[in-house]
């Protein structure tokens, strides 16, 4: 794929076929045209993955690391216009950790699960009993994903699967369908024929897809409703499931935290990708002892940091993805406002606005029942909790039913590690928050889903265990 234009065209439905037009959330401006598929269209995808899958498993782990290797030099050869299709559909701006950063992090996970070993293990072998566990390819994998992170997650799904020799067949969310299209064009460019498919349709062809009696197991990754959904739709042929549902992280500070050192790192915790991240800081509980200070140093990093359109380089946030979502966060700061928080920063969105954006908003002076820390907001919206007491803070912390990921900022590291592991999270990060690395497994807690992803972990979750014994 040699440009931009070109990319897009690959991707464009063929005269006559139905097709759908894709808004940018920044301009409302057309940035392309999506196939409309139906169950027809997904019938066909399963059964030529379902075909091709023997000769794939057959490869070995050597050939299909190989083809990973190269469909990750294939992202980087169209990084440039994989980084503005995803910036114009899904409105994150190409700086910061945002497009850019997303394209370089597809390359850096399908790396990661082509070199990640994993080899038999002996469980036990005494002279009289010889166990052995292996991972066996469990055939088509279905893999369901959101908007906000559209081809990183993607890769976090089909990567590993591809590795672990099945082959797959996306569902990509209705609102960032080109980005998914576009990078499965790229992978395909070095995989083999039928390994991967897209499928760009509707929920219905989603909850298909999950029920598919030729579908071994769904990587689904979106809200907990829908995880829900998909439990149900895959009961009655016992799918294996990995669900990475919704978050409403929490952060605590501890009183010996130093307020200004803190500040850029709560910031981004919360506000990555304009706050439409599944592990981002959602619900930050400070100390009464420096709150204020908190407050202080966290408003004015935040009002530095520029909003706007994706394509200009000079912006770090940018606006909503769709406009339901928008009226989330609109609705939960309204709900703030009327309890009597304090609006530190933002908070007024311009109602004439072209685009979904909402102004990066800090709220102070917020009970813990509020609908803003209470719900998750997925956007630039952040509650800031007063507490007086560490159990206070864990037990606040701990009081909803989701757990993805949380944090605990401190000076001192062992105090932090033992709140830490107070915290019913799927991941605790410490002094920083939500930052992934494909060597670390990555899971929820409670109703945030569960099974792993990335590393070994992650290898084994998309393979049928098998004990040879003897
Ligand atoms: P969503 O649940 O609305 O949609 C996700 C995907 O599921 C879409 O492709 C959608 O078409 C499909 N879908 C919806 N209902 C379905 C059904 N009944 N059967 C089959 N497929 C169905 O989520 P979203 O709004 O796109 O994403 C935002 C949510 O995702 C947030 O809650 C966020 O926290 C969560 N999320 C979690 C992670 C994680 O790793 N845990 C990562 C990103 C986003």
Not at 302 to 325: H, K, Y
Not at 384 to 413: F, H
Request: aromatic share 6%; charged share 20%; net charge negative.
């Amino acid at each position: 794929m040699e440009t931009y234009d070109a990319l897009l065209a690959s991707i464009t439905p063929a005269e006559g076929a139905a097709g759908r037009e894709i808004l940018d959330p920044a301009t409302g401006k057309v940035v392309g045209i999506a196939p409309v598929h139906t169950l027809s269209d997904l019938e066909a995808a399963v059964a030529a993955a379902q075909a091709a899958q023997p000769g794939w498993a057959a490869a070995g782990h050597e050939a299909r690391s190989k083809a990973l290797l190269a469909a990750a030099d294939a992202i980087e050869r169209n990084a440039e216009e994989l980084a503005t299709l995803l910036s114009r559909e899904q409105g994150k701006p190409l700086n910061g950790p945002n497009a850019r950063f997303e394209v370089g992090a597809c390359a850096a996970w399908l790396r990661a699960a082509a070199t990640t070993p994993l080899e038999p293990e002996t469980v036990v072998d005494d002279g009289e009993t010889r166990a052995t566990l292996h991972y066996r390819p469990i055939g088509v994998v279905g893999a369901i994903g959101p908007w906000n992170w559209p081809m990183m997650i993607t890769v976090w799904q089909i990567a590993p699967a591809l590795r672990m020799g099945n082959t797959v067949v996306v569902k990509p969310s209705g609102m960032t369908p080109l980005s998914v299209l576009a990078l499965a064009t790229v992978l395909n460019e070095e995989l083999p024929a039928d390994v991967l498919h897209v499928v760009s349709a509707g929920r219905d062809v989603g909850a298909r897809l999950a029920e598919h009696p030729a579908i071994g197991k769904v990587m689904f990754t979106g809200s907990t409703a829908a995880g829900r959904a998909i439990i149900r739709s895959s009961a009655d042929t016992v799918k294996r499931l990995t669900l990475e549902l919704g978050g409403n992280d929490a952060g605590i500070v501890l009183p010996d935290a130093d307020p200004a050192a803190i500040a850029e790192g709560l910031f981004w915790g919360a506000f990555i990708n304009t706050g439409q991240t599944c592990a981002a800081l959602k619900r930050l509980y400070v100390h009464e002892e420096i709150y204020e200070d908190v407050c202080a140093a966290l408003a004015e990093y935040a009002r530095n940091v520029p909003m706007g359109v994706g394509l200009d380089e000079a912006n770090l946030l940018g606006p909503l993805q769709n406009r339901s979502q928008y009226e989330i966060v609109d609705r939960l700061v309204q709900a703030a406002k009327d309890s009597g928080a304090r609006v530190l920063l933002g908070g007024d969105p311009d109602p004439d606005a072209a685009g979904h954006f909402y102004p990066t908003t800090l709220v102070a002076d917020i009970d813990n029942d509020n609908p803003l820390v209470a719900e998750e907001q997925f956007g630039p919206a952040l509650p800031i909790i007063k507490y007086a007491t560490v159990d206070e803070a864990v037990a606040k912390a701990n009081a909803l039913d989701v757990g993805l990921g949380a944090s605990v900022w401190s000076t001192d590291p062992a105090a932090a590690r033992e709140v830490a592991a107070r915290l019913e999270a799927g991941t605790v990060w410490i002094n920083s928050h939500g930052a992934v690395d494909p060597r670390i497994p990555f899971g929820g807690h409670k109703q945030s889903g569960y099974g792993l992803e990335f590393g070994t972990e992650g290898l084994k979750h998309l393979g049928v265990p098998q004990v040879i014994n003897g």
